[in-house]
Nanobody
């Protein structure tokens, strides 16, 4: 079993920055992909950014140039640096870990990010 624990959410004014962290513990196998998903109130959960063990990164168009995802493979930890935050970035941010090869598909409990205008 794998546990994902997120931290770093909070309330910030538009234009501000936040850094999210997610640490995976338990039986974590590599290679895998870790990432962040966002669920705004009343909307579906959408991908924000993902990063594979080998470093391949994907961003949602809405966050390109503002958010940076990174990971520490030795610590099984993924980070999301969020700059120039906008009110539309508000939502619960969920950490995700997946590896189809090892049948891994895990979610964290989420951390709330609120951006005020």
């Amino acid at each position: 079993q794998v546990q994902l624990v997120e931290s770093g959410g909070g309330l910030v004014q538009a234009g501000g920055s936040l850094r999210l962290s997610c640490a995976a513990s338990g039986r974590v196998f590599s290679p895998n992909t870790m990432g962040w998903y966002r669920q705004a109130p009343g909307k579906q959960r959408d991908p924000v950014a993902t990063i594979a063990t080998g470093g391949t990164i994907n961003y949602a168009d809405s966050v390109k140039g503002r958010f940076t995802i990174s990971r520490d493979n030795a610590k099984n930890t993924v980070y999301l640096q969020m700059n120039s935050l906008k009110p539309e970035d508000t939502g619960v941010y969920y950490c995700h870990l997946a590896s189809p090869y090892y049948s891994m598909d895990y979610w964290g409990k989420g951390t709330l990010v609120t951006v005020s205008s």
